[in-house]
């Protein structure tokens, strides 16, 4: 029972990876790292970790997450657009909370680098990041 949950976990994480590489062909200029992944207390949920480096003007497009993202700006000026909010403008030690399924984009309108730690709450065996058009 112990091999099948360690197998299954290991396809699902694999299969997030490889969701993920599609949406980030579409973000030229930003740098994800994922820095670590565990399961909750919670059935069915975990938490994972990224780092994202943004160059300067570059940005993510919408997306939308399975579950919260919680937002810690390293460094340098990043504009957050939640749908149905005005923007945000965060700068190096500024948090930022987005609550599950709704739809954000991000983007350095620094003219230096800028990098942001996410720790999302989601849900497992969803992709961590969907793109929306």
């Not at 994922?34 to 480096?53: A, F, K, M, N, Y």
């Not at 983007?107 to 720790?119: M, R």
Request: cysteine-free; aromatic content about 6%; charged content about 20%.
């Amino acid at each position: 029972m112990k091999t099948t949950r360690i197998i299954a976990s290991t396809v699902l994480a694999l299969a997030g990876a490889l969701v993920l590489q599609p949406a980030q062909a579409q973000q030229t200029g930003t740098h994800r790292t994922e820095l670590q992944r565990h399961d909750l207390s919670i059935p069915g949920w975990e938490t994972v970790q990224v780092r994202v480096d943004f160059d300067p003007g570059k940005g993510v497009p919408n997306h939308t997450h399975p579950g919260e993202e919680i937002v810690y700006v390293l460094a340098g000026t990043l504009e957050y657009r939640l749908e149905g909010k005005p923007p945000v403008t965060l700068k190096a030690g500024d948090v930022f909370f987005v609550p599950k399924g709704v739809v954000h984009s991000a983007k350095n309108i620094g003219s230096d680098n800028a990098s942001e730690l996410s720790t999302y709450v989601v849900e497992k065996g969803k992709p961590l990041v969907q793109v929306v058009k």
